[in-house]
């Protein structure tokens, strides 16, 4: 069983549309994360969300935004998408202050 | 805004012992010292964490100063499938709910036969 899981795995698009990449943990873990991984690298927190409120946001462009439904899923829409929004993407979850854990990430292309 | 120094690169013979250095002088008391891997095009795996005490477990050991100032990853026997990228992490707490880990650059790790 996958601990955190993100879909879809790749996601190819052109520039203006709106897409979502979804996330799930099974580890009854209360926080969720999503951080970007630019093409030098970088990784960088976007958002986290703790018992489904908002309590990190990293001066991220309006067009992201997350939802988190529930505790186990924080999904992030993006709109009209950008040349510049191509990285990847990386899920995570813990418990409170402790051990975050990542999924396996979602590697976004805009063309 | 990291704020963690590390080499960008090491080598280390398999079987031999790594020990990737990181330096992080401007710690604050509560904050942790994390340590995670990456290897290509995998998401960010846990390896070990610390607040002032050495840690061991099955992965590795942490050894951190007694200042605080620097600590250093040993992965006792490295092996090729330990070939990856090694972040060294400082961990802020936020408002007492979940945490932010501030990433640098990171230590590319190559473990060679």
């Known amino acids: 069983d996958t601990a955190v899981s993100q879909t879809p795995k790749y996601l190819v698009t052109q520039m203006g549309n709106d897409k979502s990449i979804k996330c799930e943990q099974n580890l009854g873990h209360d926080t969720m994360y999503w951080y970007k991984q630019d093409s030098k690298k970088f990784l960088k927190i976007m958002f986290s969300?703790?018992?489904?409120?908002?309590?990190i946001n990293e001066t991220v462009p309006n067009r992201f935004s997350p939802k988190s439904p529930d505790k186990a899923h924080l999904n992030l829409h993006i709109n009209s998408l950008e040349l510049g929004d191509s990285a990847v993407y990386f899920c995570a979850s813990s418990r409170g202050q402790a051990t975050a854990f990542f999924g396996q990430g979602t590697r976004l292309t805009v063309v | 805004d990291a704020k963690t120094t590390q080499p960008p690169s090491m080598d280390c013979a398999e079987g031999r012992a790594a020990n990737l250095p990181c330096n992080h002088s401007?710690?604050?008391?509560?904050?942790?010292v994390y340590w995670y891997r990456q290897i290509h095009s995998q998401g960010p795996q846990y390896i070990i964490h610390?607040?002032?005490n050495n840690e061991t477990n099955e992965m590795a050991s942490l050894i951190i100063t007694e200042d605080r100032k620097s600590s250093t990853l040993i992965l006792p026997h490295a092996t090729l499938r330990d070939t990856a990228v090694y972040y060294c992490?400082?961990?802020?707490?936020?408002?007492?709910?979940?945490?932010?880990?501030?990433f640098g650059q990171g230590t590319e790790l190559s473990v060679k036969p």
């Open positions: 401007t710690i604050s008391g509560n904050e942790y």
């Open positions: 969300y703790n018992n489904k409120e908002l309590i």
């Open positions: 992490i400082v961990r802020v707490p936020v408002y007492n709910q979940g945490g932010k880990l501030i």
């Open positions: 610390g607040l002032k």
